[in-house]
């Protein structure tokens, strides 16, 4: 052989054996585990989902990117659920909501036209709904079989969370302060037939074992004592709306806390995230507050098949998120471990 053509090959080769090879796509059961909702820093572009097998232990970050030839998931991931074969993910500052396979997280398609995306629910299988907007805000029907909104229902100001609960959704109108209200939806005819006035700045809510609905009012602060109000939880009966009680939580000028609240239906507990903390009352004694853990949080979630508490610590947005995980008696049994940027809840599959 010509020794030039010799040399020539043994550089190809070596060229060749230099490039970095591609990552292989890992294999994960999406069957059974939570989901990490990684809002990632703002304006940043490093949104992503983490997957956690309560079985096995086992956690693999950016799972959205892993799965599909390193994509970006986008610009503040806000919330997710599932319905049916898919999972719908809303990435607020990007505009849009990305629908992947629930088995293999892979990309199917995007729905783009909205303006300010928030938090998705479902509502029946491959129908969901989405707060959108700010003033005015709407709730958005998703048919993910038409891949399209088809249909709009107007609600309150800076519409956040929503539930459904006895066939109807209930959204909770006011982040910043901006509403004191939480509207109700029929969830057949996709028609509002109630607006309750439950206290300035409803931006959470979660449901309790007996199907009543509490909600995390965050206050209104103008820096103004003689416009401010102080956060509280009210609760409300989801059949007939009638407030069933309400407690004062916050302080004026308290910075919009706390910031989430949760329900444990298995202890009766409803827990919430302040400042300084964790906190929690009996859903039978809620005058009765609890410091359950200390520490600076940013996310919440209780799985209800066992009544543990994730809590999620964002770390300033800059670095790794870190997830621990307490039993109700504030046993740590994991963590903190290292998810992604700005972890603030977790989705759940039983």
């Avoid at 983490?50 to 959205?64: K, Q």
């Avoid at 007939?240 to 910031?259: A, K, Q, R, W």
Wanted: glycine letters at 8%; hydrophobic letters at 35%.
């Amino acid at each position: 052989m010509n020794n030039k053509i010799f040399y020539l090959l043994i550089i190809l080769f070596g060229l060749n054996s230099c490039k970095p090879k591609p990552e292989i796509e890992p294999e994960i059961d999406f069957s059974k585990g939570t989901f990490i909702i990684n809002e990632g820093n703002f304006m940043s572009n490093n949104g992503e989902i983490s997957f956690y097998n309560n079985e096995t232990g086992e956690l693999t970050n950016r799972i959205y990117s892993k799965l599909n030839n390193e994509a970006i998931l986008g610009d503040v991931v806000q919330s997710m659920c599932f319905s049916g074969g898919f999972a719908l993910i809303s990435v607020n500052n990007s505009k849009k909501i990305e629908i992947v396979d629930a088995e293999s997280f892979k990309h199917i398609s995007t729905i783009s036209d909205l303006s300010y995306p928030r938090y998705i629910i479902p509502v029946k299988e491959n129908i969901c709904a989405l707060t959108n907007g700010k003033n005015p805000g709407e709730v958005c029907i998703i048919d993910i079989s038409k891949n399209k909104i088809t249909k709009t229902i107007p609600v309150g100001k800076e519409p956040e969370n929503l539930i459904l609960v006895n066939n109807k959704i209930f959204v909770a109108n006011g982040a910043w302060g901006h509403d004191s209200t939480v509207t109700v939806i029929d969830a057949t005819s996709l028609e509002v037939i109630e607006n309750i006035v439950v206290g300035d700045g409803a931006t959470n809510l979660t449901l309790d074992k007996n199907n009543n609905v509490w909600i995390l009012c965050q206050g209104k602060t103008k820096y103004d004592y003689s416009t401010d109000t102080p956060s509280r939880i009210v609760c409300i009966n989801s059949e007939n709306y009638e407030i069933i009680t309400e407690i004062s939580i916050g302080t004026l000028n308290d910075d919009f806390y706390p910031v989430r609240i949760a329900s444990d239906k298995l202890n009766n507990y409803i827990y919430y995230v302040e400042k300084s903390g964790i906190y929690r009352f009996n859903i039978n004694t809620p005058e009765e507050k609890e410091w359950f853990i200390m520490g600076s949080y940013y996310g919440l979630g209780i799985n209800q098949e066992n009544g543990n508490i994730y809590v999620f610590y964002d770390n300033g947005f800059t670095g790794a998120g870190h997830m621990t995980v307490y039993e109700k008696d504030a046993n740590k049994i994991l963590g903190p471990v290292s998810v992604g940027i700005g972890p603030n809840g977790s989705v759940f599959k039983y």
